[in-house]
């Protein structure tokens, strides 16, 4: 739920010159997306346009405008990942699942997302599960780790 008084107080404590991406980072941390209200008021607050802000928020992967769920599973979809099977396994996951990249479940507790590169080329194929790294990871492999979000 947006809560202006608290979007007021994270701007108010990362004001400077690398202030949008602290206030972004900070605001996601706080409400686990950065929602068009915030984007607005945070644009009011720097004096800049919601088109700088909303730029800033495209532009970085990291960056949500939707909420997402409990868990999140990040699958590698870079080159030395695809040549070991990791497109395959993601599909196959996808399917199951029955959502695309980028959704979450239907009870909300686990969010797919794309990533074109975990640093794991020598292990791949590689993914990341709220923060944690896993290499090597066949379609039963990911299917468990999937497993332990749900």
Sequence with gaps: MFKPELVNTIVDAHQGPDGLLTILHAIQEEFGFISEDAMRQIALRLNITRAEVYGVVSFYHDYRTQPVGRHVLKLC??????????????????????????????????????????????????????????????????????????
């Design 77 to 150: 979809r870079a080159e030395a990942c695809q040549s070991m099977g990791g497109d395959t396994n993601a599909a196959a996951l996808l399917a199951r699942l029955g959502v695309d990249w980028g959704g979450t479940t239907a009870d909300g507790r686990l969010t797919v997302e794309p990533v074109y590169c975990l640093g794991l080329c020598a292990c791949a194929p590689s993914a990341m599960l709220d923060g944690a790294l896993h290499a090597r990871l066949d379609a039963a492999g990911l299917e468990n780790l999937a497993q332990e979000a749900l």
